[in-house]
């Protein structure tokens, strides 16, 4: 990994608020639509539309072999699932990951949801790996505001997730940096490693996402050759937000209110530059 990588301005980062503007319109868009019987390729059509209709271009289809908007990963599946006609069903866990490009710069963002309709101990179950999944991404957002170096993210991150139960942290898959182009230099781990990883500074531009499981972090890619799945059958959890750090502090670019409700929190309190 290179620990020499673009730093942006801050007339760059308000660009890129505004790709991550238009990804999170087109994530709320999709998230209003999730129901039973809602299949993952109207969820699909819904981001484009929404995407397009902002001026903006859908990133996913720019990624070679690609031809989607969203990737629409659904329960043992954890991220990278293909849409389909696959109906969702009452209690299902879907996680939606998007972004949009406009006039050259990225956002990248992704949550998860249970479907609405079931009570049951095992939609349950997934609504609390969710929001495991939630409250490490904002604890690993919290840890970069005050970061000296950037794999402190990823220790917040698993610090998180073990001090909520036995969950699974993936270790292939990891976030990285955003800008001109949506993945970009440096690496984002979601756990401990041995290197410090590079200097926290004023124009760094990253996406933090961690990827959780109920069970074991062992995955394989299935027939698609795209979405990847845990070994054990056990849900898979993924959210995701695009963040910048300027000279005033820290901006989550792909939440609508900066990142405020989920840094209250840790005591941080996003510095916006619109």
């Not at 230099?185 to 590079?198: L, Q, S």
């Not at 993924?238 to 963040?243: C, G, K, L, Q, T």
């Not at 502090?249 to 990142?259: E, F, K, N, R």
Request: contains cysteine; aromatic residues 6%; glycine residues 12%.
């Amino acid at each position: 990994m290179r620990k020499s990588f673009e730093l942006k301005t801050p007339d760059q980062i308000r660009k890129m608020r505004v790709a991550g503007l238009l990804t999170a319109k087109a994530l709320a868009m999709v998230k209003a639509a999730i129901k039973p019987g809602v299949t993952t390729l109207e969820l699909d059509q819904i981001a484009e539309k929404t995407i397009r209709a902002g001026g903006g271009v859908p990133n996913f289809q720019l990624v070679p072999g690609y031809s989607h908007t969203v990737c629409a990963s659904i329960n043992s599946t954890v991220v990278h699932g293909i849409p389909s006609n696959r109906a969702l069903e009452a209690g299902d866990l879907i996680s939606i990951d998007c972004g949009a490009e406009i006039d050259g710069w990225n956002g990248d963002s992704a949550f998860s949801i249970v479907v609405p309709g079931s009570t049951s101990e095992l939609a349950l179950e997934r609504q609390r790996l969710s929001d495991v999944c939630e409250g490490s991404l904002w604890a690993g957002i919290a840890a970069l505001a005050t970061a000296k170096k950037l794999n402190e993210v990823g220790v917040a991150v698993q610090d998180y997730v073990q001090s909520r139960g036995s969950y699974g942290i993936l270790e292939q898959y990891v976030g990285h940096g955003i800008g001109r182009s949506m993945h970009e230099d440096p690496a984002v781990f979601n756990y401990r490693v041995r290197d410090a990883g590079p200097k926290v500074q004023s124009g760094l531009c990253i996406a933090i996402e961690p990827m959780i499981t109920s069970g074991d972090q062992t995955t394989f890619v299935e027939a698609d050759d795209w979405g990847v799945a845990t070994s054990d059958n056990s849900d898979g959890a993924h959210w995701e937000h695009s963040v910048a750090l300027h000279d005033g502090g820290i901006w989550v670019l792909t939440s609508v209110d900066g990142g405020a409700e989920g840094l209250k929190p840790f005591g941080i309190v996003p510095v916006r530059l619109d």
